[in-house]
């Protein structure tokens, strides 16, 4: 009898492992300000504040390593909150819908429960454990839990702690539970068993969701636990109302375009002390006709993890590091012939006065992203300059940072991204988002 149970355990894992290692799917993505009806200069502010709150938080990160042996208090890492994009997931059996942040920028899944003590509003009612039959808690001595920074066992409870930086934070325990994705052609993807946190203690903001689903490079997050080879999005203007797409697993795809051209592949660069984020090889911007006198330290990711260029899905603007972004500042300064002004209001600091309406067309020098292996990101205009209707402002849509640079989604618009994992590269093609 114990064989057989056991045999039958066995193949009951190789079916979840086989359902796991195939999950495909596409569902649409919204974006924050989707719902609040805000004019196109309000989106701009907003983007612009949300990206400095998130930049300070990923570019003063210290790194994840937790010295397991040392005795002390672990280092909690920061990790951005905020972020700009929802996906819609459902949670336990009948499945609840919660509302959660794509975060290319970490690993935790994570949402309110409803024994929440400290609780965040949000736009869903909280998850409650004792309401679906499929909530299980993951084990102190789970892998998983044992991929926690710094957990702690308490009443064989994994308890986490996360921390977002100075915007956010959770604690609770976590949980496991089945997850709905509901695609975009009406069917739906249910997956097993996802580790998840449970928060019940939760404070900061969350753009209006109800959690996060992390992205990122490490043992906890939605694209390792399914084990899924690779994962794409295209993000539509964020002037636009439209939907943005993700695409997920087999259905994760990019075709030589033959209006914008072909696709483009850099490697990713892996680093050992900050190993959830997708660090990318930036080694070169033109502005115009000018490749701009870079030396390479000033990209370059160290091995404190400080440094480096990565992709994100949650900052809007770009940040260059201090060194490349005053270069670019003074490209964009001499090339535009239009009067620079300053638009304190934006909070973006290259500024150009356009004519009186209707608008000339003014010149406006191309943008190139030079990335390893000889990939080159030509952005389209509307992905650096950005008008602030409120004042008629012409505006650089970049700030400088003090440590690493990140390259953010107001630069991914109208791009499909794609982040394939079994070959760690990043390829990507211009694309016309809303048509996907
Ligand atoms: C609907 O989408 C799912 C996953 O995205 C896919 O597996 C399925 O084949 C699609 N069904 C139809 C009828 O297109
Ligand atoms: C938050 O979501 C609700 C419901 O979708 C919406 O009515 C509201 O405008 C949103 N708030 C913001 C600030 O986007
Ligand atoms: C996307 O939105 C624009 C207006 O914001 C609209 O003109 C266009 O038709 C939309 N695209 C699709 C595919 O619905
Ligand atoms: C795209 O075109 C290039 C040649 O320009 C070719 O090497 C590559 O295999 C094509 N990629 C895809 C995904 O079709
Ligand atoms: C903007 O203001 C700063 C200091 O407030 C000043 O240094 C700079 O020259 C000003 N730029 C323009 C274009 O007026
Ligand atoms: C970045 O790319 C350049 C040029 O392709 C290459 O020489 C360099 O070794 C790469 N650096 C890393 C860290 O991969
Ligand atoms: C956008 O909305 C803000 C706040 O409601 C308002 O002050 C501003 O005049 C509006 N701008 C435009 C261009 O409509």
């Known amino acids: 009898m114990a064989k057989l149970l056991s045999l039958l355990l066995l193949l009951l894992l190789a079916f979840l492992v086989a359902v796991s290692a195939s999950v495909s799917f596409r569902i649409e993505l919204t974006h924050v300000d989707a719902g609040g009806h805000f004019n196109k200069s309000e989106l701009l502010r907003r983007a612009v504040l949300r990206s400095k709150i998130r930049a300070a938080a990923l570019l003063s990160r210290p790194a994840v390593v937790v010295p397991k042996s040392t005795a002390g208090a672990p280092i909690i890492p920061v990790r951005p909150s905020e972020g700009e994009f929802l996906m819609d997931v459902g949670i336990g059996t009948p499945p609840h819908p919660f509302s959660g942040i794509l975060d290319t920028g970490s690993d935790l899944i994570w949402t309110q429960c409803s024994s929440c003590i400290l609780c965040i509003e949000q736009p869903t009612p909280y998850y409650d454990p004792t309401k679906s039959s499929t909530s299980s808690a993951v084990a102190c001595a789970d892998p998983l839990c044992q991929a926690l920074p710094g957990p702690l066992c308490y009443q064989n409870s994994c308890v986490y702690f996360y921390s977002y930086g100075d915007a956010a934070a959770t ?10 994705f509901g695609t975009a052609n009406g069917t739906k993807v249910t997956v097993p068993s996802i580790a998840f946190g449970c928060g019940s203690l939760n404070e900061g903001s ?3 969701g109800s959690g996060m689903v992390g992205f990122g490079r490490g043992p906890l997050s939605l694209v390792n636990q399914l084990h899924a080879k690779k ?30 051209g072909p696709v483009q592949s850099t490697p990713f660069v892996i680093s050992p002390a900050q190993p959830s984020f997708f660090f990318v090889n930036l080694t070169g911007v033109t502005v115009g006709a000018t490749r701009l006198p870079i ?15 990565f992709i994100d899905s949650g900052t809007s603007i770009t940040y260059l590091q201090d060194a490349a ?11 535009v012939k239009l009067q620079a002004v300053n638009d304190t209001a934006i909070g973006l600091d290259v500024c150009f006065a356009l004519p009186s309406p209707p608008f000339v067309t003014a010149v406006i020098p191309k943008l190139v992203f030079h990335f390893g292996g000889g990939a080159d990101m030509q952005l389209p205009q509307e992905n650096y300059m950005a008008i602030d209707i409120a004042t008629g402002n012409l505006c650089l849509a970049m700030l400088g940072s003090s440590d690493g640079s990140v390259i953010g989604n107001f630069q991914q618009q109208n791009m499909q991204m ?19």
């Open 171 to 180: 604690a609770g325990y976590l949980a496991a539970e089945t997850l709905t």
């Open 206 to 208: 969350l753009s209006n």
């Open 231 to 260: 994962f794409s999005y295209c993000f539509t203007s964020f002037l636009a109302s439209n939907s943005s797409t993700l695409f997920f697993g087999a259905q994760a795809k990019l075709a030589n375009n033959t209006k914008y």
């Open 295 to 309: 030396p390479p330290s000033v990209f370059a990711l160290n091995p404190d993890g400080s440094g480096g260029v």
């Open 325 to 335: 972004y005053a270069l670019v500042r003074e490209a964009f300064l001499s090339q």
């Open 418 to 436: 794609l982040y394939d994992l079994e070959n760690n590269l990043l390829s990507f093609v211009p694309a016309q988002c809303d048509l996907v």
